[in-house]
């Protein structure tokens, strides 16, 4: 099985575009109706159904199974997302829980249910969070233990979350912004491959990443991954992308991580152009009990700024699922992205937020 992640200094010559067929810019993707399922009354009333057999199974929403959580038409729906997820335009919204008449711990355990359809739960953090909140939680950006769901405010950047899935339900909106934006990474990559395949080649080497001190005690507080994989499976090549930029820059405050070089940062600034170009992203404005689901390998994602207010109860919150989908078995990905890896000792855990 050939694969670039066993090559250490490729380059080039070893360039190719990967999986063009899931290539998409923003006019291909304009028709919001393209990418959102929009729930039905039938779908509404077996979600109610379904809530009510997992709550007679147990009172945990982390026990619960797709078994638990019947969803005899929803189910196949689901099944053809998490599929269009990951060999199609890797992005879509869900249309909408009623948070104001179900509660938000309600809707909470029915974004569960709906996420334990596209895959199993992946913690999120060394604290083992299976279903975690994104909202302000008093972190400064400029903390190096922070995370980006912890920050409140600020913009986020185009990343990747280290899972096959992400997904976000909103539960509150928030006063103003706070809009998610969509980027086509697997697009990125081929055009920087067709264009600059020297840096494209850069991108195939390890860069380091800071652990925000969530490394096992002991263990060194960065690790190694490049942002572009290329794996050889039974389907054929398929391309994984790990980017969080100011992760692999905050990696440089440890004296024994790897020295950023010249060219990796060439390679970056390059593909970051090329992931903000506007004709290789989408914008949505999520409104509570909108979901949003993201293959993490060819999908990067942002937000802009948004604004509380806390003394009248409008605080932007959003529940996240890490997800891994059996679309992609074993054979089909580099190890790097199985689910016991470099975090495999956040799942020693199983909690909530």
């Not at 809530?51 to 199974?57: C, D, E, P, T, V």
């Not at 400064?140 to 339900?169: K, M, Q, W, Y």
């Not at 706070?178 to 086509?184: C, I, Q, R, T």
């Not at 440089?252 to 593909?271: G, I, K, S, V």
């Amino acid at each position: 099985m050939s694969t670039l992640e066993s090559s250490p200094l490729p380059t080039a010559d070893d360039m190719i575009e990967l999986e063009t067929h899931a290539n998409w810019r923003a006019a291909d993707v304009g028709d919001v109706e393209q990418w959102t399922l929009r729930l039905s009354d039938d779908h509404h009333a077996e979600l109610a159904a379904a809530l009510a057999n997992a709550r007679s199974i147990t009172d945990e929403v982390l026990d619960v199974t797709a078994d638990d959580f019947p969803l005899p038409t929803l189910s196949p729906l689901l099944r053809e997302l998490t599929e269009e997820l990951v060999d199609g335009r890797g992005f879509v919204r869900i249309a909408a829980l009623d948070v104001d008449r179900i509660g938000d711990e309600d809707a909470s355990w029915m974004y569960w249910g709906i996420g334990m359809h596209l895959g199993e739960p992946w913690p999120q953090n060394a604290k083992g969070h299976l279903l975690g909140d994104v909202k302000d939680q008093g972190k400064s950006p400029d903390d190096p233990t922070a995370r980006g769901n912890e920050i409140g405010g600020h913009p986020l950047g185009f990343h990747s979350d280290g899972s096959d899935l992400v997904g976000l339900l909103c539960i509150d909106s928030g006063v103003s912004g706070g809009e998610s934006l969509v980027a086509n990474a697997l697009g990125a990559h081929n055009e920087l491959v067709r264009t600059r395949p020297d840096l494209a080649a850069e991108l195939y080497q390890p860069l380091p990443y800071d652990f925000r001190g969530e490394q096992r005690d002991g263990a060194r507080p960065y690790y190694e991954v490049p942002a572009f994989s290329r794996h050889t499976g039974p389907t054929g090549d398929r391309l994984f992308v790990r980017y969080i930029r100011p992760y692999i820059e905050a990696s440089q405050r440890h004296a024994d991580a790897p020295r950023l070089r010249p060219e990796q940062r060439e390679a970056m600034d390059a593909y970051d152009e090329l992931v903000n170009e506007r004709d290789n992203r989408v914008e949505m404005a999520l409104r509570p009990g909108e979901m949003q689901f993201v293959n993490n390998y060819h999908v990067l994602h942002a937000r802009r700024a948004y604004v509380d207010d806390a003394r009248a109860g409008r605080v932007r919150w959003l529940k996240r699922l890490w997800l891994a989908t059996d679309v992609l078995g074993p054979s089909d990905r580099p190890e790097r992205f199985q689910r016991v890896g470099a975090m495999g000792h956040w799942g020693e855990r199983r909690t909530r937020a």
